[in-house]
């Protein structure tokens, strides 16, 4: 598939199915393409869609059928429009929260291999019947270690507002989970707290939120 150049691709582009629920126009909305006028669309489409089916497919849906809707903040980001929102982020410039292209190859950036050559994709979502029923300091990590036990994510990165997070499926993945709540890393491969389940930390959450 060519990089859409015209509405009509566009909107050929946005029907395409990932998933079950999820279609690719769900995934291209952008702030900062909004506002600064860019076209936040991939330049190797066919790419993107095959690494959004893996994230939709064995991260987003289980997650969806678990804990009800989840709420898309940011997922697919052209290189164009991410390495502008890191150029102002440096800058200084309240808003811009975008890391560098070359660290979030196969992350926000879906449609370019990292630099080992492998395909990723990441989204930030919120899932809020579970922001509504778990909001005490630290509840976050009960749907963080739920993620753990139960999905094959590659990293994690929560935040304090609603507890959105970054998700990321990966050919590679690293299992990793770091927050913002503060600064800090929950779990990562080589800690002791790495293996094994954690039942004790997540257990009634699911049915908790479906109630």
Not at 44 to 64: F, M, T, V, Y
Not at 73 to 79: D, K, Y
Request: charged letters at 25%.
């Amino acid at each position: 598939m060519k990089k859409p150049a015209s509405v009509s691709a566009l909107t050929d582009f946005g029907r395409v199915r990932l998933s079950k629920t999820f279609f690719m126009r769900d995934f291209l909305f952008s702030d900062i393409a909004s506002i600064h006028g860019f076209n936040n669309v991939p330049d190797n489409p066919d790419r993107a869609i095959a690494a959004g089916k893996r994230l939709c497919e064995e991260l987003l849906e289980p997650l969806q059928e678990a804990f009800g809707r989840i709420a898309i903040r940011s997922a697919f980001r052209s290189a164009e429009v991410n390495g502008y929102g890191n150029e102002m982020q440096r800058a200084g410039k309240k808003g811009y929260n975008c890391a560098s292209n070359e660290s979030n190859l196969a992350g926000h950036i879906w449609d370019k291999l990292d630099a080992s050559g492998y395909m990723g994709a990441t989204a930030c979502i919120v899932v809020p019947a579970f922001w509504d029923r778990f909001q005490a300091p630290g509840d976050w990590q009960k749907l963080a270690w739920w993620i753990h036990d139960h999905l094959p994510y590659s990293t994690l990165e929560f935040f304090s507002t609603y507890w959105a997070f970054n998700i990321q499926w990966h050919e590679q993945p690293i299992r990793r989970i770091d927050h913002f709540i503060p600064k800090g890393c929950l779990t990562k491969p080589g800690i002791e707290n790495h293996e094994g389940s954690h039942k004790e930390e997540w257990t009634g959450i699911v049915e908790a939120c479906k109630a």
